[in-house]
């Protein structure tokens, strides 16, 4: 019986959680709709991007003398594919949801964060996913369209049983870890104001990240696993598709994730007590 | 009073000190954004080379035309010469065309281009100076097997060749800014010219590596001049029959991304109204 009014304050907080998600996306979509120029030119940036990468792996395994078939670090062709494709899922699911920590630092020391301090809510969740973005959503559709591509042209008649049934697993783990690595980058600014240490950490981290953590040397590639988790937003969810790693790991790896957003939060909570909005 | 013709260098001058002192002021920033910058993906490229010339063999295997101890030599060009080439974001005259505050450079005695020529040189000169700093620090670390001009005068041909490839930078981001007097928001196209002259230029892989049909296509393009070629030039791939092509190819480029400028500058001011969003 005690369970119930608790179970009923969770339902309550989801649906908060959700109408504020549910405003977020109207606002979105009513900024843009003024800026339409930059709706077009932010999709086309992004399959910019997307086209860059692709090249770049075409014609790096492309480069086998006589068609000789080159890996990297045992990932072909085939697989680098099927990894760009959750790479390319995971930034649009950034750039959809989370647009607004590129201007964490600069709204800290602007006390613009002060608002979100004192809204009934968590500041983390009012504060990124404020500005929803639907030129990202745009992406995520392409990028979707690229990994289910993919996944086809693995091989014939398409994803097995298995994958179809572990794909949603493995697109919650990027949507969550996508969530707490953000936060985590950010974190660093609540201590070392107006560095850019955020910005460059998430630069460095996702960079990492877009390529087969194999290729690094094996304490880099631990902590882009355990400590800093990147590997989260590609490695794991393909690898765990192809069947690249044991059941072990499989397991294992997503209570790894747990722990780091338990971090995570901890420590931003802390940073954010620490925080004296000086304003400048 | 002082004649245009001094007066000109003199102001140039003038900003590239005030831009100078401004840009010291943020040290952490400084060093985050000055020193880090252009260094994360060619580190990243050479462990992605590492694993790719080990599946194929490793030692001295060739693929497309490049052992793995000439990728090393490339990637340490790439650290230096990106260091070199003049930022996407190191101009803000989009931001003061949203904000409507183009207008008090409307009624200085001077052009406004004058000042953003002040800060390419401070830029220039900076870089230039950190660009040293980062070879010789590699130069340090792995001695014979970082990139070593094979001549004097091979390097300064490079130093030409990326300095006019970064003033054609510089001149492309300025008309992608004014776009903003159509556009309103620019940052997404700046990114994404960043992403083209990068990708186009060598910096993911050399061009020379790339397939036949792309290579002729980016050696007609300025990103190519600006990044593979200077390199190329110091490892002694290339000759100075290149050099004398790279610096035509770059003058014409020059000449039309300046025309660029003037007509998309005067054309934007015409429709001005000053009031900002």
């Not at chain 2, 101890?69 to 949203?98: C, M, P, Q, W």
């Amino acid at each position: 019986m005690s369970g119930a009014p608790a179970e009923r304050r969770g339902r309550g907080r989801i649906a908060w959680g959700a109408a504020v998600l549910r405003g977020y996306v109207r606002i979105g979509f009513v900024r843009k709709s003024q800026f339409r120029w930059e709706f077009l030119n932010q999709v086309l940036m992004d399959v910019c991007f997307y086209v860059s990468f692709v090249l770049t792996f075409d014609i790096l395994y492309g480069l086998g003398a006589d068609g000789a078939r080159l890996t990297l670090a045992g990932w072909d062709h085939a697989s680098m594919r099927v990894y760009l494709g959750f790479a390319f899922v995971a930034d649009a699911l950034a750039m959809t949801f989370l647009g607004q920590q590129w201007h964490f630092g600069a709204d800290l020391k602007n006390g613009h964060l002060d608002p979100f301090r004192v809204k009934p809510g968590p500041t983390a969740f009012l504060y990124f996913f404020q500005r929803f973005s639907p030129e990202g959503l745009t992406n995520l559709v392409i990028a979707s369209s690229w990994l289910a591509y993919a996944l086809w042209a693995m091989g014939p008649g398409g994803p097995s049983g298995a994958q179809w049934f572990l794909l949603p697993v493995a697109l919650t783990v990027v949507a969550f870890s996508q969530v707490f690595l953000t936060m985590a980058y950010n974190a660093v600014e609540l201590w070392v104001l107006n560095s850019d240490l955020g910005h460059i950490a998430s630069m460095l981290l996702s960079n990492l990240g877009e390529r087969p953590l194999e290729v690094y040397p094996r304490t880099l590639t631990r902590v882009l696993l355990f400590v800093a988790p990147v590997g989260a937003l590609a490695w794991y969810p393909s690898s765990l598709l192809l069947g690249r790693i044991d059941l072990a790991m499989a397991a294992g790896y997503p209570l790894v994730l747990v722990a780091f957003a338990w971090a995570v939060s901890r420590i931003f909570r802390r940073g954010l007590r620490n925080y004296e909005s000086a304003m400048g | 009073m002082t004649a245009l013709p001094l007066r000109v260098p003199r102001l140039i001058l003038r900003s590239a000190g005030y831009e100078m002192r401004k840009r010291i002021q943020f040290r952490t920033g400084f060093f985050v954004r000055e020193v880090l910058f252009g260094t994360v993906e060619p580190l990243i490229m050479l462990f992605v080379y590492g694993a790719l010339y080990a599946s194929a063999g490793g030692g001295d295997v060739v693929l497309g035309g490049w052992t793995f101890d000439e990728i090393l030599r490339y990637v340490a060009g790439l650290l230096v010469v990106r260091k070199l080439i003049f930022h996407n974001r190191g101009i803000e005259l989009s931001t003061e065309i949203f904000e409507g505050r183009v207008t008090k450079y409307l009624v200085m005695p001077l052009r406004y281009f004058t000042l953003l020529q002040g800060r390419f040189l401070q830029y220039t000169l900076l870089q230039v100076v950190i660009a040293g700093l980062v070879w010789a620090a590699g130069y340090g670390l792995v001695g014979d097997r970082w990139l070593v001009p094979v001549s004097p005068t091979a390097a300064c041909q490079a130093l030409v060749l990326v300095l006019m490839g970064s003033y054609c930078c510089f001149l492309l981001y300025f008309v992608i800014n004014a776009l903003a007097f159509w556009l309103d928001v620019v940052w997404s196209l700046l990114v994404m010219s960043w992403f083209l002259v990068n990708f186009t230029g060598g910096g993911a892989v050399p061009v020379s590596q790339m397939p036949e049909g792309l290579q002729r296509i980016f050696c007609a393009l300025f990103p190519y001049w600006t990044i593979t070629a200077p390199i190329e030039l110091v490892m002694g791939r290339l000759e100075t029959a290149d050099f004398q092509r790279g610096v035509v190819v770059l003058a014409l480029w020059l000449l039309a991304l300046e025309c660029l400028r003037r007509l998309v500058w005067q054309r934007g001011l015409a429709r001005y109204v000053g009031a900002g969003m």
